[in-house]
């Protein structure tokens, strides 16, 4: 795939970061805008999800025990062919307790494909690749189980 135009490349960063972005601000549609309707993501040990509501619907309720998140995206670099895009971003997430102690950090890689839709770049399909994880698993106890919701457990 060719370098992306500078408007392409912005796009599509932003997606990236609003990704992040709204998962701190609990702000969980503009979250789903993230995604195209039929996505898929694979979190390797954590799970994998099919359907942006799906998605949603699940960083939605493992993100409800922590107080605080932060989740930093960096190193965003990406290639466009026509209405399709490959991304590969660095991640680093801190999820905290209420009481503002650090409860999980992780850290690791997202590769991204997305498609450009209605001319709007969402995430049609991600893998997320832990480099480091420390302190305890998100509760991903329901994450565990393959039900209608379309979740599955890898």
């Not at 994998?48 to 998605?55: A, E, K, L």
């Not at 493992?62 to 995206?73: D, E, Q």
């Not at 999820?95 to 498609?115: C, E, F, I, K, N």
Request: proline share 4%; charged share 30%; hydrophobic share 30%.
């Amino acid at each position: 795939m060719p370098t992306p135009t500078e408007p392409d490349h912005h796009a599509i960063s932003a997606v990236v970061v609003r990704y992040a972005n709204t998962i701190d601000r609990r702000d969980w549609r503009a979250f789903r805008t993230c995604f195209t309707d039929d996505c898929l993501l694979d979190y390797g040990r954590l799970g994998s999800w099919r359907g942006g509501d799906t998605v949603t619907a699940y960083m939605e309720e493992v993100h409800l025990p922590y107080g605080r998140t932060l989740h930093r995206i960096t190193n965003v670099e990406s290639t466009v062919g026509g209405d399709t895009a490959e991304a590969r971003s660095y991640v680093d997430a801190l999820l905290y307790r209420p009481d503002g102690s650090l409860a999980v950090q992780v850290r690791g890689t997202y590769d991204d494909r997305l498609l450009r839709t209605d001319g709007r770049w969402r995430i049609e399909s991600r893998r997320f690749t832990a480099v480091e994880h420390i302190g305890g698993t998100p509760s991903l106890d329901s994450a565990a189980r393959d039900d209608s919701t379309g979740r599955t457990h890898s």
